[in-house]
């Protein structure tokens, strides 16, 4: 361990009771293979999430969250105050990169079978908190009260709405009365800066005391190769060595974001407008895409289900699967692989490739 970091050690120590820090530090380790750059993307993801936190509370100063003024709060922000353009693209930009590292690490580590025993609940929280993710991507969209957000927010809630039995109250619930209106938007801001950021801080306290607790596991191939001899089992430091390479990818995401949003400003389109029609090319955000094209692909009718209900009911389940991953492979966790498991995810990641291209075409 070099110099600096062994005297930050010895300054923390000092602060927090003799080598409880040091001991807290080094009990974690990175293993080293051929799959080890997939363990950037939790943290990466992380960063990310820091990004959107100091953004999200530097807009908060200028934003107001009323149909009158939102949209007139947001121009203001990008046209009137110092920086505010480049805060905002950064926003809206690292919003977007940090759903794809998230949907990254979530196939890594489903691929790396890193769910097996005994990281059952690291996956359910790591999965709490991409739905979570998701949820501040859609209540995030509606903010500005532009005409695509508020149609996107339409369709998108209704589509809440035809979900078996609990629909009427879910999108009752989600648009504060039968139409989107200036409730709906006091709605999703109070999800957006305040019920999703508590969720997200709790979710994210479990996921990261559980990495620390229970330590970075191994892929199957891997595993395998060290209990025969094949391979030597190597790793290195979490502090100061695999942290430094962490910020190494961090100082790169900042750029690539600061150029993204300079290059290609984040727009704002043109206020919403209630009573006007809906205009043609609605789309939702592009992580909603493949659900958004399957609904529109599905006959009218499948079965004795209406398509879009029969669509609805398919991706609960799936979702519902995906949670319980762990343990419907449970024999993973005693190292008996089955192929079931590995084709799924390639079937899922294909679906959701495919669909999302078909939807942008
Ligand atoms: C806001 C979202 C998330 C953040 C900030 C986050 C953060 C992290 C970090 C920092 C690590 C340790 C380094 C690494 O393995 O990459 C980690 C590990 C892990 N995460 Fe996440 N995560 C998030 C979402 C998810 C999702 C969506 C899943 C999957 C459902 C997930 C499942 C896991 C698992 C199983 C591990 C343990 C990996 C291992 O031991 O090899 N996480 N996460």
Do not use: C
């Not at 400003?265 to 992580?287: C, H, M, N, Q, V």
């Amino acid at each position: 361990m070099n110099g600096l970091s062994q005297r930050i050690l010895h300054w923390l120590d000092e602060r927090f009771g003799a080598g409880a820090v040091q001991e807290f530090l080094r009990h974690k380790t990175v293993p080293i293979h051929r799959h080890t750059v997939w363990y950037y993307f939790g943290g990466m993801t992380l960063f990310l999430f820091v990004i959107q936190v100091l953004t999200g509370i530097l807009l908060l100063l200028y934003y107001r969250p009323t149909p009158e003024d939102a949209f007139e709060s947001v121009q203001y922000i990008v046209t009137q105050v110092r920086f505010g353009w480049l805060i905002r693209s950064v926003h809206s930009w690292s919003a977007n990169l940090m759903v794809f590292t998230a949907f990254v690490h979530m196939f890594s580590v489903f691929f790396l079978k890193a769910y097996r025993k005994p990281r059952e609940l690291t996956w359910i929280s790591g999965m709490l908190l991409l739905f979570v993710v998701m949820g501040f991507g859609f209540s995030g969209y509606l903010l500005p009260w532009n005409t695509l957000a508020f149609f996107a927010t339409k369709v998108g809630t209704e589509m809440a709405g035809a979900v078996p039995f609990v629909g009427k109250w879910l999108l009752t619930f989600l648009r504060g009365g039968e139409e989107v209106t200036g409730a709906t938007l006091t709605r999703f801001f109070g999800f957006h800066v305040a019920v999703l950021p508590g969720l997200a801080t709790v979710l994210l306290a479990m996921h990261l005391l559980l990495v620390q607790h229970l330590g970075m596991s191994l892929p199957p191939g891997v595993e395998r190769a060290i209990a025969e001899g094949r391979q030597p089992a190597r790793s290195m430091p979490f502090f100061p060595n695999f942290l430094l390479r962490d910020i190494i990818g961090w100082y790169a995401a900042l750029g690539v974001l600061g150029a993204l949003a300079a290059i290609f400003p984040w727009e704002l389109g043109t206020k919403a407008d209630a009573f006007a029609s809906a205009p043609a090319g609605i789309r939702p955000e592009w992580y909603f895409l493949f659900m958004f094209e399957t609904l529109k692909l599905l006959p009218a009718k499948l079965l004795f289900l209406e398509g879009e209900l029969a669509g609805l009911v398919g991706f609960s389940l799936a979702a519902a699967v995906w949670v319980v991953v762990p343990f419907l492979d449970y024999r993973a966790g005693f190292g008996r692989i089955t192929r079931f498991f590995t084709g799924l995810g390639i079937f899922a990641l294909g679906f959701i490739v495919v669909m999302s291209a078909l939807a942008l075409r």
